[in-house]
């Protein structure tokens, strides 16, 4: 089962997504089979933050100097799934999910559920540098947001 330590250094995220711990339990509980983790405890950590402070990680960490809309983190390069594993940490920006700000409150919840799911396979070790790696990473990312769709929508 996946756990999910959810912080949030933004106030904006309250206006949109009241109780964003259960929020994002929803899309995990709504996970195909393989990635509910059945019968370990699996965690990870979202920060759900701002632009200003996601370009100070982005410019930190990965020598970009601009805002971003998702980083993750991952605490292995290579993760391999035991009784106990805590995944990593994935950081969320309001200010580029909040885009255009006339969007409907579902259009907002549906691009953080599609974010959430692409920095969450990135913790998982999936990638998109290489052609190859970015078509096996969609085909994923799909699966999981259709997933997360059927039930949650």
Request: charge should be positive; include cysteine; proline fraction near 3%.
């Amino acid at each position: 089962m996946i756990s999910i330590n959810v912080f949030s250094e933004e106030k904006a995220w309250s206006k949109r997504i009241k109780n964003k711990d259960i929020f994002f339990k929803k899309i995990c509980k709504a996970f195909p089979k393989k990635y509910k983790f059945l019968n370990k405890n699996v965690t990870l950590t979202l920060l759900l933050s701002n632009n200003k402070n996601i370009k100070k990680l982005n410019k930190v960490f990965r020598k970009k100097n601009k805002p971003t809309d998702i980083l993750s983190f991952p605490l292995d390069k290579k993760i391999k799934i035991s009784k106990n594993t805590y995944l990593g940490d994935i950081i969320i920006s309001y200010n580029y999910l909040d885009k255009p700000r006339s969007q409907d409150l579902k259009s907002f919840k549906d691009k953080v559920t599609k974010i959430f799911i692409h920095g969450f396979l990135h913790l998982l070790g999936f990638d998109h540098k290489k052609n190859k790696d970015y078509s096996k990473m969609l085909k994923e990312e799909n699966l999981l947001l259709k997933s997360v769709q059927s039930k949650i929508n």
